[in-house]
Structures are given as C-alpha cells and as structure tokens.
C-alpha cells in the first residue's frame, strides 16, 4: 500500500488529498466523503484506516478535504454547495482510474454528496452511506416519504424484473419532485446500477428510519440497511463506533468484489446484485 | 502508473504548498508545507501539533497560523503526529517518545525542503514538549510554546476531565469493562504507563529563548529566559484559538527583525 499526497486542481482552488494505492492488482475505485465541517482522515483516523485496509483488497482510493477545510484550506468557496469541488476532484480521480468501477462512501452529510458523485459515475460498482441525513421532501411529511421511498425501490425491482420501462415521473410521482437535489431521488437511481448499503447505529437518531427502508425479507435487492446494535455510529466519537464501520464497509467491499469476481461477466454483476 | 505522483506542490504568485511523507520510527508521517512563492524565506516555524481531540480541533486554525506566516515573509510546516491524521500508525502504540521524535524528524524534513531558512519549533499544548525535545536536538536554542501542557499526566488527566464533562459525568467508555478508556473516539494511554508519571516532564535549559504565548500570566519554564506573550481570556477546549496563534505571530515576527 501507497499513499500519496496530492493536490487536484478545482475551479475553487486546490484540493488537497491522499490516494492510496494497492500493492497488488487494482480491482476498485473508491471515494469516501466526509461531511464538510470534518477532515478526511476521519476522527482517530477512521477513513484514514479503512482507506488502507481497502486497499489491501485491491482498491484505490480518493480522501479529499472539502474546499477551505485542512489541506484545502488554500481553496476559496464560491458558492455555498461544497460539493461542486469535490465532484471537480472526484473526475480528477475517476479520469485516472477510468478503466476501474467506482464506489462511493459517504458518512452522515457526505453520504448525499456521495451518492450524487454514484449518480453521475458511468461505472458505479457500489454506494455506502454511513448514517445518512434522509433530507426532506418538500412539503411532505416524513413516514410519507419513507413509504415513497420503499416503494419506489420494489417499483423499481418489479420494472427491472418485468424489462418495462416507464417514465420516471410516472413511476416515481412523489420522488421525482425533489430528485436533483435529494439523497432519495440519488439513491433510487443508483440502486437501478449498483448495490447500496446503508449503516446505522441502533442508538443513531436516524435509525428508526431506517428500519423503514428494509422489505420484510431484511434485504431489498440492491439495496442493503444495516443496523448494529448497542452503538451510536453518527461521528464516530467512539471507539466501538469507529471498529464497527471500518470492519463492515471493508467487508461490504470485499463482498462487492467477491461477487464480481465469481460473475461470468464482471460488469453484469456489480450493476445488478447487491452485496450481502 | 496513473499520475499520482507530481502533483503534490502548488503555487500561485505568492504562496507555495507541498504535501509530502518522511519517515519516523518506521512510519511515514504526512507534512504540509507553506512558503512564500516567490523567495526563498529566512526563517520558517516547524509547528507541533497537540493530541488526540485536540489535534483535530487545533488543526484548521493550524492551517490558518501557517498562511498568516507566510503573509509576514516566513515558511511553515505542519504535520501529522504518529497515530493521527494522515500519518501512519495506531494512537494506541504511539508512545510520548514517538511523538518527540516525531518532532525532531519533521524539523529535519523541513531543513531539507528550505535548507536556507533558520527554522524554529513551535509547540501547542502537548505538542509543546516535543516542539522542546526537537529544538534540542537541533542544538536550537529558541522555542514557542503555545499554551504548553508540559506536564503529561496533567494533560491526560485533563482529557479525562473533559470527556466526563461531555458525557454528563458517566463513566468514560471503556473504563469500567476493562477495555482501553477513551477520550471523543480516542484512546486514552493507561494512567499507569511509565510515560504519563510526573516526572516525565521537559523543560527548555538555560540560555534558551522562549516564546512562551498563553492565556494569562503562565507557569515558570526552567531555567530559560522567557519572553511571555499575554493573551487575553482562558484556555477553554473548543472555543475560538485564533487568539493564541496571533500572538504566536507576533512573537515570530519581533523575533525575526
């Protein structure tokens, strides 16, 4: 494993990140996203471990600080959206890894970020998003939006299954509202290409919601919701915290290209199984 | 090879960024370094971080001080301690000595990159003793201290403090079960390990300049002659620190002319 410090060109200035290199064959693209007010080492350097330990399976992975946080402190914002700079950086990255499917990790306000970056991959592999803020619809309540949401996903299982295609905004009324800018919206639409796993704590304000994402079946096709018990993940400020994602998005990886790589056809698979 | 390598500087017309890795007791540590664009500087500030929490908390200001010392002429370099940040290893194998050490190595790193410049160590809170320890070694004999915990078992007894503060007076996590302590998602060091006692304590030796910038009148240093810079208010975590890091400035800048 090899770690490089490197700064990416943006429109707002420079970014400064690390990627790190496997030793071995490179399998994967991996970029995590940490919410704007932290750094991208992660606290007690979360992101900082799984990024090495994910590249002990094969991937290559981008950390980046957001634009006038820690290394890209020398950037200048222009606009209130951090995420337009680290899309910039992210097509930095994906430009030099083309030949590799992307995954993205996202934690808490970085998870929406990530799951946009998903969206607009051409070869999206995986999302995972680590007690994702669900943002809201506009104007409607939330137990609705989260019925929507689940059912938009068997909507869309029912439409891959059947090879129909229907408009999006006759499939998905309500999400379609708020699809470019929500996480609801994203999510739905990287599900149709790619696994997502969701992962909370039991003790996280969010996870009550989650639950409400599973089928009863605990598992929704590409998508997978994971809750640990007896933990609160939200900023890790724990160690138990910090062990759990690390050990579960480095095997929800591992899964990922697991799979894959017992698929006849690679690219088949990462698009449409999700991993367990 | 995809090109990763070669874009580790940047620059515009006044100032120039490196990131970069050294080495230190077997791990590579992450440096960042800040220097005027245009000339080489005739001094620069190796700055040493403090803990845990700490670190992070103190690192965007850190960040901000490395900027405003390039604005005043001179270069700064900021790095990761063992066990933090971008730099390798566990908190939970870093001892007091590889934090030291540490030190010493990113004042080398940095004489290699600006061989020309008269680099001083600068230390905040923990990072005020290893910045101490590296001056030594450099037979350095001007240091700034930016509100120093120089006594170990004090700082750590502190974190405990704090973090039973944050938790409403419960238990710290870990502490109870047997398992490591922890401070906001960091490991705390055993209060029985040998690098914690109380009379693990540096202080600058005599003939010294000591910068010593700190919220009100502070503890006597040893020996050293001490140029203490008053600012006002108390050290309270998380609060604004801006203050400190300018008076740091200003004690750099009346040093260099």
């Known amino acids: ?276 | 090879m995809r090109g990763w390598e070669g874009v580790a500087t940047w620059a515009n017309g006044a100032l120039r960024r490196e990131v970069f890795s050294f080495p230190s007791g077997g791990r590579r540590l992450f440096g960042s370094l800040y220097a005027p664009a245009a000339a080489a500087p005739p001094w620069g500030v190796v700055l040493c971080p403090s803990w845990g929490i700490e670190f992070q908390e103190l690192l965007q200001p850190s960040h901000a001080f490395a900027r405003q010392v390039v604005d005043a002429g001179g270069a700064c370099l900021l790095y990761h301690p063992p066990g933090h940040g971008d730099s390798g290893g566990g908190l939970e194998d870093v001892s007091m000595g590889d934090l030291d050490a540490a030190a010493t190595d990113a004042v080398q790193a940095a004489e290699a990159r600006l061989p020309v410049c008269r680099w001083v160590a600068a230390g905040i809170r923990l990072g005020a003793r290893a910045a101490i320890h590296a001056a030594g070694a450099f037979d350095s004999d001007t240091v700034v201290l930016i509100q120093p915990a120089l006594r170990v078992d004090r700082f750590f007894e502190e974190m405990r403090s704090r973090t039973r503060r944050a938790r409403l007076a419960a238990p710290l996590p870990g502490g109870d079960d047997g398992e490591e302590e922890e401070s906001f998602g960091f490991p705390l060091p055993a209060p029985t390990d040998a690098s914690q006692r109380s009379e693990i304590e540096l202080r600058p030796g005599a003939g010294w300049t000591v910068g010593l910038v700190s919220h009100g009148q502070p503890d006597p240093v040893g020996e050293a002659s001490v140029d203490p810079v008053v600012v006002p208010g108390r050290w309270r975590a998380g609060q604004d620190h801006a203050p400190l890091f300018e008076g740091a400035l200003a004690w750099l800048r009346r040093s260099a002319s």
């Open chain 1, 1 to 276: 494993m090899t770690e490089h410090p490197v700064f990416i060109p943006t429109s707002a200035g420079p970014l400064g990140a690390i990627v790190t290199e496997p030793t071995g064959p490179e399998r994967v693209a991996v970029v995590i996203v940490e919410p704007s007010a932290d750094f991208r080492f992660g606290v007690n350097q979360l992101w900082a471990r799984t990024a090495r330990d994910l590249a002990d399976l094969g991937a290559v992975v981008l950390r980046a600080d957001h634009v006038g946080r820690g290394e890209s402190a020398t950037a200048t914002p222009e606009a209130p959206d951090p995420g337009e700079s680290l899309r910039e950086a992210t097509e930095w990255f994906r430009s030099r890894t083309a030949d590799l499917d992307g995954v993205y990790v996202g934690h808490c306000l970085g998870a929406q970020i990530a799951a946009g970056l998903a969206r607009a991959d051409e070869r999206p592999a995986g999302l995972a998003m680590l007690t994702p803020q669900l943002r809201p619809m506009r104007g409607a309540p939330v137990e609705r939006r989260l019925r929507d949401l689940y059912l938009a996903l068997r909507l869309h299982r029912l439409r891959a299954a059947m090879g129909v295609s229907i408009p999006r905004r006759l499939a998905y009324p309500r999400l379609a509202r708020d699809e470019d800018e929500g996480l609801v919206g994203a999510v739905v639409e990287v599900a149709g290409r790619a696994s997502v796993y969701c992962l909370f704590g039991d003790h996280d304000p969010q996870a009550g919601e989650a639950w409400r994402l599973r089928s009863p079946s605990g598992d929704d096709g590409n998508v997978r919701v994971e809750i640990v018990p007896g933990v609160n993940l939200h900023h890790f400020r724990s160690l138990s915290a910090q062990r759990e994602s690390r050990s579960r998005v480095v095997g929800w990886v591992g899964r990922l290209l697991e799979e894959r790589d017992r698929s006849p056809d690679p690219r088949a698979s990462s698009s449409t199984q999700g991993a367990g």
